[in-house]
Nanobody, 114 residues
């Protein structure tokens, strides 16, 4: 069983920044693909960004150039740095772990509004 603990969501004005963190204590982290997904009201959950253990990244077109995903294997942590936030980035953001099975975090709300 993998337990993912997310933090860092909140309310921010358009153009602002937020940093999401996801910790996976006691987990075999090294060979997992770690990612962030989001789900806005009335919409399907979508991939935001993911990062393999080898450093290969994949971003949704809507966040390229604004969001950066990174990981610290020693701390079993994955970070999503979100800059130049837009109202359409408002959603619940979920951490995702995929190795043999997949697991989800509980979600953290991000609201971009003036």
């Amino acid at each position: 069983q993998v337990h993912l603990v997310e933090s860092g969501g909140g309310l921010v004005q358009p153009g602002g920044s937020l940093r999401l963190s996801c910790a996976a204590p006691g987990t075999i982290f090294d060979f997992a693909v770690m990612g962030w997904y989001r789900q806005a009201p009335g919409k399907q959950r979508e991939l935001v960004a993911e990062l393999t253990s080898g450093g290969v990244t994949n971003y949704a077109d809507s966040v390229k150039g604004r969001f950066t995903i990174s990981r610290d294997n020693a701390k079993n942590t994955v970070i999503l740095q979100m800059n130049s936030l837009k109202p359409e980035d408002t959603a619940v953001y979920y951490c995702h772990y995929r190795r043999i099975s997949q697991y989800w975090g509980q979600g953290t709300q991000v609201t971009v509004s003036s």
